[in-house]
T-cell receptor, first 111, second 115 residues
Framework: QKEVEQNSGPLSVPEGAIASLNCTYSDRGSQSFFWYRQYSGKSPELIMSIYSNGDKEDGRFTAQLNKASQYVSLLIRDSQPSDSATYLCAVSDSGYSTLTFGKGTMLLVSP | EAQVTQNPRYLITVTGKKLTVTCSQNMNHEYMSWYRQDPGLGLRQIYYSMNVEVTDKGDVPEGYKVSRKEKRNFPLILESPSPNQTSLYFC??????????????FGPGTRLLVL
């Protein structure tokens, strides 16, 4: 059984701070890694994907992947109250719609 | 506008009454999936489809059926709904940019209550 683990939170950070979200996965064959943001009652929205070891930056977001440690993280710089949401880590071994999701980490950014 | 649509968005039904939740995408994506989301359990994949007439079970397929007769549509069928199928359901479609490069887009969700 493939597992993706996330701290459920909530993770509370002040506005302007860096939020660090972490995820570990059990399947060493995993190839593709995604971070989704989900606002309460809404559908998940893809914010980052990463496929190789190292860092990938997109605006205020940086995804970090360490396959040897089976660890994925998401950094959000200059956190805004609008970033308050649940962040879902998802992992795939083949990339063909077989995503396994973590249960998500709730992020709260206070003004 | 590129999108995944689901209908109905909200549904209250009774145990045993067959229902279908429709899903349609206008992006010509080959891959489509159904998920359910429950508090404390997260998103779990029910079924997925790699192309027309090609479907496979996800992690929690019991009590569900799907079909993929056309590329754009992927309906979820509950032949005899039970209260434990009360959940928030999401349809998703995927764009494959290259090897191990999938981008998955989610529909708005269908909230189902089975009494």
């Amino acid at each position: 059984q493939k597992e993706v683990e996330q701290n459920s939170g909530p993770l509370s950070v002040p506005e302007g701070a860096i939020a660090s979200l972490n995820c570990t996965y059990s399947d060493r064959g995993s190839q593709s890694f995604f971070w989704y943001r989900q606002y309460s009652g809404k559908s998940p929205e893809l914010i980052m994907s990463i496929y190789s070891n190292g860092d990938k930056e997109d605006g205020r977001f940086t995804a970090q992947l360490n396959k040897a440690s089976q660890y994925v993280s998401l950094l959000i710089r200059d956190s805004q109250p609008s970033d308050s949401a649940t962040y879902l880590c998802a992992v795939s071994d083949s990339g063909y719609s077989t995503l396994t999701f973590g249960k998500g980490t709730m992020l709260l950014v206070s003004p | 506008e590129a999108q995944v649509t689901q209908n109905p968005r909200y549904l209250i039904t009774v145990t045993g009454k067959k229902l279908t939740v429709t899903c349609s995408q206008n992006m010509n994506h080959e891959y489509m999936s159904w998920y359910r989301q429950d508090p404390g359990l997260g998103l779990r994949q029910i079924y997925y489809s790699m192309n027309v007439e090609v479907t496979d079970k996800g992690d929690v397929p019991e009590g569900y059926k799907v079909s993929r007769k056309e590329k754009r549509n992927f309906p979820l069928i509950l032949e005899s709904p039970s209260p434990n199928q009360t959940s928030l359901y999401f349809c998703a479609s995927s764009f494959i940019a290259g090897p191990s490069q999938e981008t998955q887009y989610f529909g708005p969700g269908t909230r189902l209550l089975v009494l």
